[in-house]
């Protein structure tokens, strides 16, 4: 398959990564990839290699070390040499390898992308998919560099606008494609909820990487606070990452072991989010989560901090949005659906309903992209109105 119009012709985009981990943005950079390549278009990644990407599953892939660009790289100078490696290796790549237009994701790969370009005329897009809130300010200074920025949060836009100096007619509001959600037969579902309650009555469950930014530390406040009034409710992470061991250690500090447990990373995420009763998220900082539509698929309620695009799409009729970090608030909102005997199963029907909406469906806004893309490329198509 190609393009719908045949005289636009086949575009040869180079989507640039930090390193190609699980995660929600690989996941986005991977399932537009797909898309991409199925319409007759050539995508290249490049980044560092990880789980999901690298040289040993990608026919076309660049290793650069981007991975050493951002605070993995340790001291100022080190991540520096990194920059000026990485920009040298594309630039060079580039020299050898026609490309219509250069889409990062993140900060890191956005400055190796724009050191390698100067002077080829090579448009460059970035995607700004969430930070800590005190790094918009020197996000925005290198994105303003760019030809375009794209976030899937209206918040977020207004973020990069007003904090981070983006002038606003570079920003473009795209979401993100979540793919929908498989079939899992009901005795499975039944089965693992059985396991996972382990003789509790309700189940939480939590969709996270196990680091700084996804706040598991609050998580584990929260079951401290609620398992004092309310015993019988189970709560469950799925999911790895380098903070694992630290929390497991604060978990057993905090005694909430009997309440709380670590799965580890799953492979079918709908299953788990299908036998609880909610999905909770405590992070620090989100652009627009994958996890909270994940949610919607599976019809299961959802409670998750304020973090900018959260709030686009969680309401009253699905969940609750709290404060950022505020225990109580969080542990009010979680007791207060689960005790309510008709609120879970009717949020649970309207987040159902949600998941069916245009800005979900991954080929909707996957042609999205492609209309962007074509309009960097001055292939004479307007780009999507934000």
Partial sequence: MTSDDPGLGRLHVLEMQTQFGVGGI???VLSLRDWMRARGHRITLAGTSDAWAGPETESDYLELPIKFI?????????????????????????????????????????????????????PLAVT???SDPSRIASFGKIASKADLVITPSHRSAEDLAKIGGVPEAKIMVLGLGVTPAP??????????????????????ITVARLVHQKGIDILIDV???IMRD???????????????AKLKALAKERGVESHLRFLGRVSRPHLYLRAADLFLLTSRWEALPF??????????????????????????????????????????????????????ESMGIAALAKSKLDRFDPDWV?????????????????????
């Fill in 366 to 386: 996957h042609r999205q992209f492609e209309k962007t893309y074509f309009s960097l490329a001055g292939r004479g198509v307007s780009p999507p109105a934000a």
């Fill in 291 to 344: 996890t909270i539509v994940e949610a919607f698929q599976a019809g299961t309620p959802s409670v998750s901090a304020a973090c900018s695009g959260v709030v686009e799409l969680i309401d009253d009729e699905v969940g609750r949005v709290v404060p950022i970090g505020d225990v109580d608030a969080i542990a009010t909102a979680v007791t207060e659906i689960l005790t309510n005997d008709t609120l879970p």
């Fill in 128 to 130: 700004y998919h969430g």
């Fill in 183 to 204: 079939d899992d037969p009901p005795d499975e579902i039944a089965a693992l909820r059985r396991e996972l309650l382990a003789g509790g009555e309700k189940l939480v």
């Fill in 230 to 244: 309310h015993p019988e409710l189970r709560f469950v992470v799925a999911g790895d990452g380098p903070d694992e």
């Fill in 26 to 28: 690989t996941r986005h």
């Fill in 223 to 225: 079951v401290a606070r």
């Fill in 70 to 122: 951002s605070d993995f790289g340790g001291s100022v100078p080190a991540r520096l040499t990194n920059a000026c490696r990485a920009a040298w290796t594309l630039r060079r790549w580039l020299k050898a390898n026609r490309v219509d237009l250069i889409h990062a994701h993140e900060s890191a790969p956005m400055l190796a992308a724009n050191l390698a370009r100067m002077g080829t005329g090579i």
